[in-house]
């Protein structure tokens, strides 16, 4: 009956510790919440800006690159991210003398 009784215990004992450990992680986990309420405009050398004002993940800005030459695309640009405090835009550049037009934001991560 003491063996039993002691195994009991030890049993107790190590599952209350990880009960512990697995609340901790949990409550240690950030916060995952997608990247949202996203827009996209145009910087002053007409690039095209993509950008999600609250929300961790990543995110790509699309859009037409217009220029003397006509409209071409749709083009997509390079990857913004909020991640732990770290933000970067999106950017989708169209080159010299072309601006970024009809532009939409993708929430991908």
Same mark, same amino acid.
């Given at each position: 009956? $003491?063996?039993?009784?002691?195994?009991? %215990? !030890?049993?107790? =004992?190590? !599952?209350?510790?990880?009960?512990?450990? +697995?609340?901790?992680?949990?409550?240690?986990?950030?916060?995952? !919440?997608?990247?949202? #309420?996203? %827009?996209?405009?145009? %910087?002053?050398?007409?690039?095209? =800006?993509?950008?999600?004002?609250?929300? #961790?993940?990543?995110? *790509?800005?699309?859009?037409?690159? +217009?220029?003397?030459?006509?409209? #071409?695309?749709?083009?997509?640009?390079?990857?913004?991210? %909020? #991640?732990?405090?770290? $933000?970067?835009?999106?950017?989708?550049?169209?080159?010299?003398?072309?601006?970024?037009?009809?532009?939409? *934001? $993708?929430?991908?991560?």
């Amino acid at each position: 009956m $003491e063996i039993v009784m002691s195994r009991m %215990r !030890s049993f107790g =004992v190590v !599952s209350s510790a990880l009960a512990i450990a +697995a609340g901790a992680m949990l409550f240690a986990a950030p916060g995952a !919440s997608a990247a949202s #309420n996203c %827009r996209a405009y145009n %910087r002053a050398d007409g690039a095209g =800006v993509g950008w999600c004002d609250s929300g #961790n993940g990543t995110w *790509v800005v699309h859009g037409y690159c +217009a220029n003397a030459g006509g409209v #071409n695309g749709p083009y997509g640009g390079s990857v913004g991210s %909020r #991640n732990l405090g770290k $933000e970067q835009a999106s950017i989708l550049n169209c080159g010299m003398g072309g601006g970024a037009v009809n532009m939409w *934001v $993708e929430v991908t991560g």
